[in-house]
C-alpha cells in the first residue's frame, strides 16, 4: 500500500514537473516573445515581362532519393517577404518535365509572413498534406525544398516554419516535426 502511494506520488510529481518544463520552453515564449510580422498577400498573377531574378529553387532528384537545386527565373519581389512570396509561389507551382516537384499537386501558397530575427511562416494550402504520398523520405524532401529554397536565396530569412491554412502543424505526414521554424539544410540536396 506504502509503495504504490509512493509511485502514485512519483508519477503526480513527473506529470507536474513534465507540465511546467513544457510551458517554459514551448507554451511561453512562442505566447510573449514580440516580434514584427510582415506579411505578403496571395500571389498575384504578373506579367511575364516583368522584372525577373534568377533563384535556385529544388527539386527531387532521378532517383528519388535527393534533392536537386535548379536555377530558374522568378518575378522580382520588392523587399524581403515580396521576394520570399515568389521564390515559394514559383517552388509550389507545377514544373514541366523532366524536373519533379517535391510539393504536391494542388497545394497553393496562401501567404508569407516574416519577424524582424528572420523567421519566415510560410501558410500553405490543405492540400500540401491532403495529397502528400507519406514516407519519411517524401516528407523530408517536401519540408526541405521549401526551407532551402527560402534560406539559400534570401539570407535575411533564417528559418522556415509551414503552416496550413493558416495553422501551426505538428507534421506535414507523421515524420518532420514542424512545430518550429527550421534551419537551411543542405545535407538532403545532390
Known sequence: MIAARRLLMIAAFALVVAFLAWALFVAIPRRYTATTVTAARPP????SSGPKIKA?????????????AVE?????????????????GAQVAPVPEPLISPVPAGTKLRGVFVTERGEA??????????????GTLNEILTVYA???TLTANLPAITSVQLLID????ATLAGHVDLRRPLT????WVQ
Not at 166 to 169: A, L, P, S, Y
Not at 184 to 187: E, F, T, V, Y
Request: aromatic share 6%; net charge negative; no cysteine.
Open 44 to 47: 498575384v498573377p504578373t506579367a
Open 56 to 68: 535556385e529553387l529544388f527539386y527531387v532528384s532521378e532517383d528519388g532519393q535527393q534533392l536537386v
Open 72 to 88: 530558374r527565373e522568378v518575378p522580382f519581389g520588392e523587399g524581403t517577404v515580396e521576394q520570399a512570396q515568389q521564390i515559394v
Open 121 to 134: 511562416y510560410v501558410d500553405l494550402s490543405h492540400e500540401i498534406a491532403a495529397n502528400h504520398p507519406g
Open 146 to 148: 521549401i526551407v532551402d
Open 166 to 169: 493558416g495553422k501551426e502543424v
Open 184 to 187: 537551411k539544410n543542405l545535407s
